[in-house]
């Protein structure tokens, strides 16, 4: 088998529906790609809609279980996958018909571990049709590390990219369990050890922009999980710096400096969490404390190509004087609950 697909889904009956007739769609033969559903302890009608598919097509598995989190999850799929090659898409998200085999044409053409493709962000439901008209016959392959340096915006998720099966069992990394984010660490470390990895600019990806996604609930038990989680990855992201930097390779301080602006991104985004949760100022000062510590606040490397605009200078110039932040905070915080303000 070519191709295994690994869907984990919790309460998905608004769109798993879309993501999967988008998967049956393809140019591939039935018998050479399999889709792994697994039910991550759903208890809305998501399941009957997929046990509906799954009467329709013989290469789609289901799997039920308590619900153990994305990252558990997907881990759980790569145990079970038998294809040579895996995907993994968020139940949400979806594909353009017929673009999988192009896809998979050239990975096993130029023997690729790793294959990446355009990811579309839009809020469109029925964008079945790819954009894409023509390609060329050859792809720039590259080492991971060399890739990294020429593609330092990269999308870090797992939805963006094939990978060969025996090259990430050889690796040995999981995606990490029990937290948000778990595809940030996970991505960088597959593509540090990547001999052969390449970018395919071919529109084929679908990333809902989903304002009630679980990553967007405002619930205060979720917010503050969220923070937890982001702080958690800062820490992860500086053990990677740290072992990255005993690499022999030329790379290395282009790479360091591309996951130092990622965690920069990353504790930009935190503080408008930290804004919307209720956390004290105390707990907020112990955070950022910790973040200075590890020399990743202030945010030095934030400002760039990619985050320019007026209102990221402004914002970043508040977040990176925390005092000046901490005197505007129950200010924005009530802002916000009063619905005055909207924030990302």
């Known amino acids: ?19 999967l007739n988008s998967l049956v769609n393809q140019n591939l033969d039935t018998d050479n790609y399999e889709i792994i559903l697994i039910n991550d302890g759903s208890t809305d009608n998501g399941l009957n809609i997929v046990e509906t598919f799954k009467k329709q097509y013989h290469n789609i598995n289901v799997y039920s279980q308590v619900n153990h989190g994305l990252g558990a999850t997907r881990n759980i799929g790569i145990t079970l996958a038998k ?16 673009m999988l085999d192009i896809i998979l044409n050239y990975q096993v053409k130029f023997e690729l571990d790793l294959l ?14 790819s954009k894409t008209k023509e390609l060329r016959e050859d792809i720039n392959v590259l080492k991971g590390t060399d890739f990294l340096v020429k593609n330092k915006h990269h999308d870090l998720g797992a939805c963006w990219y094939i990978i060969k099966k025996d090259f990430l069992l050889s690796t040995g ?3 990490v369990e029990g937290k948000f984010f778990e595809d940030v660490v996970f991505t960088f470390n597959i593509f540090l050890r990547s001999k052969r990895a390449a970018f395919l600019p071919i529109d084929a990806h ?5 304002h009630t996604s679980i990553t967007n609930k405002d619930t205060q038990e ?14 992860s992201l500086n053990v990677l710096i740290s072992e990255i930097s ?5 790379n290395v301080i282009t790479i360091i ?18 804004i919307k949760a209720d956390i004290s100022i105390k707990k907020t000062n112990d955070i950022l404390k910790g973040f200075n510590k590890l020399k990743a606040y202030p945010l030095n490397n934030f400002i760039g190509d990619q985050y320019s605009q007026r209102k990221f200078k402004i914002t970043a110039f508040i977040f990176n004087n925390k005092y000046l932040f901490f005197i505007l905070l129950y200010p924005l915080r009530l802002l916000y609950k009063l619905r005055l303000i909207k924030l990302l």
Do not use: Q, W
């Not at 294809?83 to 017929?98: K, P, R, S, V």
């Not at 990446?116 to 049709?129: A, N, V, Y």
């Not at 400096?257 to 930290?274: D, G, T």
């Open 1 to 19: 088998m070519l191709l295994s697909i690994i869907v984990p889904f919790y309460n998905a009956e608004a769109c798993i529906e879309r993501c």
């Open 83 to 98: 294809g040579e090659y895996l995907y993994f898409i968020d139940a949400d998200d979806y594909l353009a018909f017929n």
């Open 116 to 129: 990446g493709f355009s990811s579309l962000p839009t809020h469109k439901l029925d964008l079945f049709t």
């Open 173 to 175: 990394f999981k995606f």
């Open 206 to 210: 679908r990333y809902v922009e989903n």
């Open 222 to 235: 979720h917010l503050k999980k969220i923070i937890e989680d982001y702080t958690s990855l800062v820490y």
């Open 246 to 250: 005993k690499e022999n390779d030329s």
């Open 257 to 274: 400096k591309n996951i130092e602006f990622k965690r920069s991104v990353i504790i930009y985004f935190m503080f408008y969490k930290i």
